[in-house]
T-cell receptor, first 115, second 112 residues
């Protein structure tokens, strides 16, 4: 199995506070993704990265920023958390190191609650 | 543009009976299609994929899916359900250089 670790796995925070979620991979894969999962919506892409310092927006990027300073780490930041950002966040990497094939390996998720 | 519709939000079957999870898609390109499974409190796991080779695709745990271009469908089946199949299933489409579009999921319930 691909090595992908998300931290923290659970977090409760208050509206207006900053939050950073971390995704760490041991596979040296080029493509990394952040999704959010909400009931009735499936998974929606927030941001993705196709290399160190190379990132792009997904369909629900408002209120989120990302950074990738090393191949293995992809950070998702909520600058000022809102209750609408309460969700389960999944990091994923592409199965193939250099290509976006659509085949993804997912982390186990980070459950964020914004009060 | 691309989209995917999972026709049932919940499916309930008895253990040992067949499973059918329905998925329709639309895409401007020849699509790649996937089924992912998510067990409770876990990440998604790839079950199987179609990428323009054989139209009948076999996946893990006895699941298979058939790509039918004329019907724009990619239904997931399994001959005999097992209790461990209880999970959320997602149909996913990728067309051309587009990213993935996920269906909203089908919750599969297995009755003993």
């Amino acid at each position: 199995d691909a090595g992908i670790t998300q931290s923290p796995r659970h977090k409760v925070t208050e509206t207006g506070t900053p939050v950073t979620l971390r995704c760490h991979q041991t596979e040296n894969h080029r493509y990394m993704y952040w999704y959010r999962q909400d009931p009735g919506h499936g998974l929606r892409l927030i941001h993705y990265s196709y290399g160190v310092k190379d990132t792009d927006k997904g369909e629900v990027s408002d209120g989120y920023s990302v950074s990738r300073s090393k191949t293995e780490d992809f950070l998702l930041t909520l600058e000022s958390a809102t209750s609408s950002q309460t969700s389960v966040y999944f990091c994923a990497i592409s199965y193939e190191a250099g290509r976006d094939t659509g085949e993804l390996f997912f982390g186990e998720g980070s459950r964020l609650t914004v009060l | 543009a691309q989209s995917v519709t999972q026709l049932d939000s919940h499916v309930s079957v008895s253990e040992g009976t067949p499973v059918l999870l329905r998925c329709n898609y639309s895409s401007s390109y020849s699509p790649s299609l996937f089924w992912y499974v998510q067990h409770p409190n876990k990440g998604l796991q790839l079950l199987l994929k179609y990428t323009s080779a054989a139209t009948l695709v076999k996946g893990i745990n006895g699941f298979e899916a058939e790509f039918k271009k004329s019907e724009t469908s990619f239904h997931l089946t399994k001959p005999s359900a097992h209790m461990s199949d209880a999970a959320e299933y997602f149909c996913v489409v990728k067309g051309g250089a587009d990213g993935l579009t996920f269906g909203k999921g089908t919750h599969l319930i297995i009755q003993p």
